[in-house]
T-cell receptor, first 108, second 120 residues
Framework: RKEVEQDPGPFNVPEGATVAFNCTYS??????FFWYRQDCRKEPKLLMS???SGNEDGRFTAQLNRASQYISLLIRDSKLSDSATYLC?????????FGAGTTVTVRA | GAVVSQHPSWVICKSGTSVKIECRSL??????MFWYRQFPKQSLMLMAT?????????EQGVEKDKFLINHASLTLSTLTVTSAHPEDSSFYIC????????????????FGSGTQLSVL
């Protein structure tokens, strides 16, 4: 079983909709979590860091649930430019684990 | 600006030649560097993890003699694809991590811009 698992999607949503998806992790020693965004054939770029119970950055909200060992990403008021693959990352002092990514497509 | 520089961006080479890809962290010292491969419409696949001054740890199924990784300094790691063949054609991406044990807020992880390798 992979240490970090994501629903690959794709999530196809209309512009302006809210979309949310989860990432589960199996390593309880994971301390820090991140969401990265990757556009086609480009490098992943940091979207948000998630250190505690969760945080919000504009239209993006990340939540961490340590009891159930998952983090979530919610995108409000989706824009066409939000279409991308979103990668979940779990980290501890010794290891980084990547999810395979969730694809989101926002349509006009 | 870019904090991880990866070169070259594109490589086209003949089958049987070796190709070296460089990954540099520009404004921080990377305690760990990672190398990934990504085929079209597929997710990132971790190939190996390297810590400065030590041998790389390869993922299962990745040939260490074919994909040579050198991590000689805290700011530079190289991946050499030896005797490349068409099936090695892929998008290769590096990432560099800075992390101080016990200091979660110190975590930094950035990706290079990737190298598209095409082997003819």
């Amino acid at each position: 079983r992979k240490e970090v698992e994501q629903d690959p999607g794709p999530f196809n949503v209309p512009e302006g909709a809210t979309v949310a998806f989860n990432c589960t992790y199996s390593n309880s020693a994971s301390q820090s979590f991140f969401w990265y965004r990757q556009d086609c054939r480009k490098e992943p770029k940091l979207l948000m860091s998630v250190y505690s119970s969760g945080n919000e950055d504009g239209r993006f909200t990340a939540q961490l649930n340590r009891a159930s060992q998952y983090i979530s990403l919610l995108i409000r008021d989706s824009k066409l430019s939000d279409s991308a693959t979103y990668l979940c990352v779990g980290a501890n002092d010794y290891k980084l684990s990547f999810g395979a990514g969730t694809t989101v497509t926002v349509r006009a | 600006g870019a904090v991880v520089s990866q070169h070259p961006s594109w490589v086209i080479c003949k089958s049987g030649t070796s190709v070296k890809i460089e990954c540099r962290s520009l404004d921080f010292q990377a305690t760990t560097m990672f190398w990934y491969r990504q085929f079209p419409k597929q997710s990132l696949m971790l190939m190996a993890t390297s810590n400065e001054g030590s041998k790389a740890t390869y993922e299962q199924g990745v040939e260490k003699d074919k994909f040579l990784i050198n991590h000689a300094s805290l700011t530079l790691s190289t991946l050499t694809v030896t005797s490349a063949h068409p099936e090695d054609s892929s998008f290769y991406i590096c990432s560099a991590r800075f992390h101080r044990q016990g200091f979660r807020s110190s975590e930094k992880l950035f990706f290079g811009s990737g190298t598209q390798l095409s082997v003819l």
